[in-house]
């Protein structure tokens, strides 16, 4: 039998064919609306991403409200995808919109400081640990200029990013390692003129001799990695690594730069602050301001004092940092109010919980059915890889993903009012998601699981 994952090929494939039919069914004004926009934007829709849910056409939003979604044609879902974590504590929180409605009416952007900013710089303090910060329009924008500040501080040209990662729209990160141990631009990589190996580096997550082996040369200004790996499936770092990684960064004097974006779905202060890490930069973005574009970075104050002498000792000119709409009063407001009031120890005790009652569900389940899957978590954060044993590299996760099995429990899912994350099937739980919700989320899973092994 010709089996992925477990699963007999051709199930799957009938499985799919079935719930596509049926998404093509029950969304007419999605695909009247689909066709309308292909006259106009690329692929029919304002970002080319959004046609990537392997659906015959995008599903069009009417409304999103704390987890419930509304389509164009009347059905409603739950959200267990939340903007792929920008709406990670629900869609518009009440005290961000609210925030929000009020700035509005006082000015979108200025360039100028206001009344939150300082309080904003305490909030980030407080929440992550860090002292100083600087905030910037999205993730992809800050981890940008947290690698040209981590250059400019060490005189030292490369950076180190692990294999399969993903920090956004940063060209120094688009590498990937080849079986033969070579650095080469990410296959896919549009446009690209650069030879982006010249100045990154790249490694195995989990290897900590091959960090050794590329640090000791002091060419790496900075390792730009996330605690957890979640953009190649999940992968969870071994027992002790992300302490080696702390320690031998540190010996060779390189910067240890971690991107919470996504992994703030592990509580109030992140995935470092609950695992005690002390990184010498911090990322995070989209959630942070409750949904409104956003990012911040945070770095120490032996940093801030290097920074402001490169600042003093550089010729007069623009330094290539910063955008012009970043931390504008609107912005401001909404960090202020997401901190302050949304982004709070009991919301995140309501996420974890709801995250573990699922893990645990979804664990019972691929033991009873014996399939040879695993469920990784980080926090708030939760997703099914399709191996028996956990991934420890980046590389190993993404080889276990079969074709066409994630792209069918998705739509399955879909077809029953559930929303998990088109990439990789990852499903987020946010401060207002019902247990009940996630009870329904597990039992349509089972259900298409056993469907599925059932025809087997
Ligand atoms: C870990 C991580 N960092 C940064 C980014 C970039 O975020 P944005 O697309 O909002 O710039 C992403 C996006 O998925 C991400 O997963």
Redesign the pocket.
Known sequence: MDTLAGIDRQRITSLLERETAEYLARHPRSRELAGRGARHWLGGVPLHWMSDWSLPFPLHLAAASGVALEDVDGHRYTDFCLG???AMFGHSPPPVTSALARQARRGLTTMLPGEDAAVVGELLARHFGLPFWQVAQ????A?RAVIRWARAITGRPAILVFDQC????VDDAFVRLDRDGQVRNRPGLVGQAADLSRHTRCVDFNDLPAVEAALRTREVACVLA?PVM??AGMVLPAPGFLDALREVTRRHKTLLVM?E??TLSSGPGGYCRTARLEPDFL?V??AIAGGFPC?VYGFTAELEERIRGVMAAKPPGHSGIGTTLSANPMAMAALRACLELVMTPAAFQHMLAMGERLEDALESLLEAEGLPWNVQRVGARLEVGYSRLQPRSGRESVAAVPPLLPEAIRCYLLNRGLVITPFHNMVLMSPVTPAAEVDRLYSAWAECIRELVAFA
């Open positions: 792929d974590t920008g999205t993730a992809s924008d981890n993903y920090h956004g729209m996330e979640t953009n991107d974006t996504h990322v973005g989209k990012a």
